[in-house]
């Protein structure tokens, strides 16, 4: 049998597989042990192992940190280093921008047989600052050199990853997402009457929620802005989330005359139920790879109306499952939610092409697909 590490950057107290499942589940098909490598600093020896006899991994930590310039990742790629060694890893399939790096880097310095990168989304996007695409698309230039396979999750980044030169005969795939369990999203139970009596809803108002954290990326001002221009005073906007910019998000929402329809729920444990609470999904991000919160609102049969940026482009047709608006348009975002409010036809025919739409999205579909690219490559 031969070893598979898989390197990503930042776990949980508990193990996630929604980020790792078809790659797991992958090699397992293809006789691969997977070993997982992350920062697992927030978990405990105990549910470490818990995990592993749950999923049937191999679960280990090394100091990886989100920023590319800590410190704690020259740590993270010596124990990582240690790790191949140790373990005799044959093949590595990374992760993220940072678990990219030190994985790819590691895999030279041992030279491992077979290095798989992928990409969650390219920071040098169309729009991104000049950095980005210069400083960070030349270094991803620079590692692709030690990189057999790349897999990218949409059009955009499919497309700038091709001109890349990759080693040896190297190739780049396009893959729908990390995948999701469309099934977890079926038959949910809750009382759809019941959950919005309990946001406080009436049977006339219109609920659009979003879920993500409250940073500058997700562009949540916009959205505010654009419900305080809409003529519906029976939309409310349900935010689901937390971060460092709740207060000044809260003040411009007062400012704006909106502060009573634009609700901050927090952290959420219930997020399934909200979506079948709510009417249509609202996100105005400004940089995506393949939103994961979108495809959930898309499994829940919500119509979505969002930024037209990468990612969104990939899961949106539109006019059929939502409209697609110019990422900084307040007022073409608020004509969107207008048609929503006024039209409930149309939200019922766009979220039912949303929830036949979103099926290339399931976790069965990537898993066959990495593990057909794991035979390709390994």
């Not at 999750?153 to 780049?172: C, I, P, Q, S, W």
């Not at 893959?175 to 919005?196: C, F, P, Q, T, W």
Request: proline share 2%; with cysteine; glycine share 8%.
């Amino acid at each position: 049998m031969k070893n598979l590490l898989f390197v990503t950057n930042i776990a949980g107290s508990k193990m996630k597989v929604d980020f790792c499942k078809g790659a797991m589940n992958a090699a397992k098909k293809n006789n691969l042990k997977f070993l997982s490598v992350a920062n697992r600093s927030a978990s405990t020896p105990e549910q470490i192992k818990i995990d592993e006899q749950e999923y049937g991994v191999f679960l280990r930590h090394a100091d990886i940190s989100r920023s590319p310039f800590s410190k704690s990742n020259i740590t993270a790629y010596k124990q990582i280093v240690k790790l191949i060694n140790d373990e005799n890893i044959d093949y590595i399939h990374c992760n993220t921008p940072v678990g990219g790096l030190i994985g790819r880097l590691a895999g030279k310095k041992c030279k491992v047989k077979k290095v798989i990168y992928q990409a969650h989304g390219f920071h040098f996007y169309k729009g991104a600052p000049l950095f980005n695409r210069t400083v960070l698309k030349w270094a991803e230039k620079l590692m692709a050199h030690y990189t057999d396979a790349i897999i990218t999750m949409n059009k955009e980044d499919y497309e700038a990853a091709k001109k890349f030169k990759l080693r040896g005969d190297g190739k780049v795939y396009l893959v729908h997402g990390v995948g999701i369990d469309l099934s977890l999203y079926e038959n949910i139970e809750v009382d759809r009457a019941e959950k919005r009596a309990e946001l406080g809803l009436k049977d006339t108002d219109v609920a659009f929620i979003s879920m993500g954290d409250l940073i500058a990326r997700k562009n949540y001002s916009v959205a505010i802005k654009a419900l305080a221009k809409a003529g519906n005073e029976n939309a409310h906007y349900f935010i689901c989330g937390r971060g460092p910019l709740e207060n000044e998000l809260k003040e411009l929402a007062k400012t704006c005359g909106v502060e009573n329809r634009v609700h901050f729920l927090g952290f959420r444990t219930d997020i399934k139920e909200l979506l079948v609470a709510a009417d249509a999904f609202l996100f105005t991000t400004l940089q995506e790879g393949l939103p994961r919160s979108m495809m959930e609102a898309m499994a829940s049969g919500l119509p979505c109306i969002v930024s037209k940026i990468r990612g969104n482009v990939d899961l949106i047709i539109d006019g059929e499952g939502g409209f697609l608006c110019p990422p900084t348009s307040a007022d073409v975002f608020a004509k969107a939610i207008d048609n929503f409010c006024n039209n409930f036809e149309l939200r019922e025919k766009m979220g039912a092409f949303n929830l036949d739409y979103v099926k290339k999205f399931d976790v069965s579909v990537v898993e066959k697909e990495i593990e057909k690219i794991y035979k390709e490559v390994f």
